[in-house]
C-alpha cells in the first residue's frame, strides 16, 4: 500500500454509524474508495442501534470490522448524538476539533445534517483544504416542529458558506435545497448513492453485472427472456413465503424501512386493509424495527388486518425476504433517495412510492412503479390494486426496474466522488498529507 505520507487524507463524520441508507452510503465510501490515493478516517457517534444481541447492531458491528479490515481507521466520539442537546453537542464540537488537528486530513466530508453542522464549522476552524457535506436528503419537513425545522434551515444556509461542495443523492433533493436558499447551483453535485447490488442480483433468476453500462440492455445481455422464472418463482422465495406463514397464491406486498413517523407505515396499512376489505388476497411484509412498532401492530388489530400482517423486525437478510414480494412499496414523507427502491429493483419488484424527495428520480411513474401522493390512504390503496390485478403490468415494471438498476451500483458512486474529491483538491492546489507529528 502506499505510504500514508503520500496519500490524500479524508476524514468522514457521521453521527450513527447503523444499518441506515446514510450509513450504508458512508460505509460503501469509506470501504471502496482507492488506497492507493486515500487515507480514510471515519469518525462515529453514539447512539447506536440496539445491543450486542440485537440483530441491527451485529450487522453495523460487521460493518464496522469490514471497514477496518479494508484500511479505514474508526475514531468513536460518544458525545456526537443525533437528537438536540447543547452540552452534548458542544463536547461533540470540540471533541471533532481535537480529532481534526491530530488527523491532519486534507479533505473532511461530513455526512446528515447534525454531523453536517458541526463537523464543517470543526474543520473551518482548523482550517481543513476543502469541506465536503453529504446531507442524504434533508430534515425541511416530516422531522421536527416549525420552529426547529427553522433553525435547521438557518444553520444549514450558515454552514453551507464554509463548504466546497454538497452533494444531493439525486436532483430533486438539489432542488428542493436550492429552493431553500441553502447554497448557489454551482455548489452542488449530484451523486446517487451507491448500493452493492451482489446479493440483490444473485437471487434474481438471472445473474447481471453491476458493471453493466446504463445504456446497454442487462437483461438482453443475460439472455433474460419470458420463459425463465420470475424472482418470486424461485426455490427462494417459496421457502421465505413459507417461513412467514403466507398462503400459496397469495400477493405479497413489502416494505423496508424504521418504524417512525416519516416512513409513514400508517398510511401503507391502512391502504392494505381497503385492499383487503374489497375481495384482494394480500399479505404485508414490514421489515424493520422502531419506536412505533407497538402502535402500528394495535392499528393492524383495530383495522382487522392482523392476519394479513407480518413484522419481521429488523433482519440481515433483507434480499431474500425482498425476494418473496410480488410489489414493493415506499411510503415516506421525506426520502433523499431511498437505496432500497435500486434493491427492489435489482430483484424485479414493480414499485408503488411516495411521490417525494428524490424517489421520482428513481421512480418512473407508469415505467417501473407508481407515484402516489404522500399520505393519500384511498391513492394508495388504488395504486396497490391495480398492480395485484395486472401482473403483466407487474412483470413489465420489474423488467423495466432491473434494467435501471446498475446505474446506482457502488462502483458508479465511488467514481464520481472521486472525480469530485480530484477536482477540488486542484482546484484549492493541494498537496497529499503532511507527516503527522508523532
Known amino acids: 500500500m502506499t505510504p500514508t505520507s503520500d496519500r490524500i487524507k479524508v476524514l468522514h463524520v457521521i453521527t450513527r454509524f447503523d444499518k441506515g441508507g446514510s450509513a450504508e452510503n458512508t460505509f460503501l465510501t469509506v470501504r471502496h474508495l482507492d488506497r492507493t490515493l486515500y487515507d480514510p478516517v471515519l469518525v462515529i457517534g453514539g447512539g447506536q442501534a440496539g445491543n450486542a444481541s440485537d440483530p441491527e447492531a ?4 460487521k460493518n464496522r470490522s469490514d471497514a477496518v479490515q479494508s484500511g479505514v481507521r ?5 458525545r456526537l448524538v443525533r437528537n438536540l442537546h447543547p452540552l452534548s453537542d458542544l463536547a461533540a464540537f470540540f471533541g471533532l476539533i481535537t480529532i481534526i488537528r491530530r488527523e491532519r486530513p486534507r479533505i473532511v466530508h461530513t455526512h446528515t445534517s447534525k454531523a453536517g453542522i458541526l463537523g ?6 482548523c482550517r481543513v483544504p476543502v469541506i465536503v457535506h453529504t446531507p442524504h436528503g434533508h430534515v425541511f419537513f416530516g422531522y421536527f416542529g416549525s420552529l426547529t425545522t427553522r433553525l435547521f434551515i438557518l444553520l444549514e444556509r450558515w454552514t453551507a458558506r464554509i463548504t466546497d461542495a454538497l452533494i444531493a443523492l439525486t436532483p430533486r433533493e438539489k432542488a428542493e435545497h436550492i429552493a431553500q436558499c441553502i447554497t448557489p447551483v454551482d455548489a ?6 451507491g448500493v452493492d447490488l451482489k446479493p ?3 437471487l434474481a433468476p438471472s445473474a447481471l453485472s453491476s458493471a453493466t453500462p446504463p445504456d446497454s440492455n442487462p437483461l438482453e445481455d443475460a439472455g433474460v427472456s419470458d420463459g425463465l422464472l420470475r424472482p418470486t418463482e424461485t426455490p427462494v422465495a417459496e421457502t421465505m413465503r413459507q417461513n412467514l406463514g403466507i398462503p400459496p397464491g397469495a400477493t405479497v406486498v413489502a416494505t423496508v424501512g424504521r418504524l417512525t413517523a416519516v416512513k409513514d407505515h400508517e398510511t401503507l396499512i391502512r391502504a392494505v386493509a381497503e385492499c383487503v376489505r374489497q375481495g384482494e388476497r394480500l399479505f404485508l411484509v414490514l421489515l424493520g424495527e422502531g419506536d412505533l412498532r407497538a402502535d402500528l401492530e394495535a392499528l393492524c388489530e383495530r383495522l382487522g388486518i392482523a392476519e394479513n400482517v407480518r413484522f419481521t423486525g429488523w433482519q440481515p437478510d433483507v434480499a431474500g425476504l425482498m425476494v418473496a414480494c410480488d410489489l414493493f ?4 414523507r421525506n426520502e433523499g433517495m431511498g437505496k432500497v427502491l435500486v434493491e427492489a429493483m435489482a430483484l424485479g419488484k414493480p414499485i408503488v412510492a411516495s411521490d417525494v424527495g428524490g424517489i421520482p428520480d428513481l421512480v418512473r411513474s407508469g415505467e417501473n412503479g407508481l407515484l402516489v401522493p404522500v399520505g393519500d390512504v384511498t391513492a394508495w390503496a388504488q395504486a396497490i390494486r391495480e398492480l395485484v390485478r395486472n401482473p403483466d403490468l407487474r412483470r413489465r415494471m420489474g423488467e423495466t426496474g432491473r434494467r435501471i438498476a446498475p446505474a446506482y ?4 458512486m465511488i467514481k464520481q466522488i472521486d472525480e469530485l474529491y480530484a477536482k477540488l483538491l486542484s482546484d484549492r492546489c493541494v498537496q497529499p498529507n503532511p507527516e503527522t507529528s508523532p
Open 409 to 412: 451500483s457502488v462502483e458508479a
Open 120 to 125: 464543517r464549522w470543526a474543520a473551518w476552524v
Open 74 to 78: 474508526l475514531v468513536a466520539l460518544p
Open 200 to 202: 440483490f442480483l444473485a
Open 58 to 61: 451485529d450487522a453495523a458491528h
Open 188 to 193: 452542488f453535485a449530484v451523486i446517487h448513492s
Open 329 to 332: 412499496c415506499l411510503p415516506s
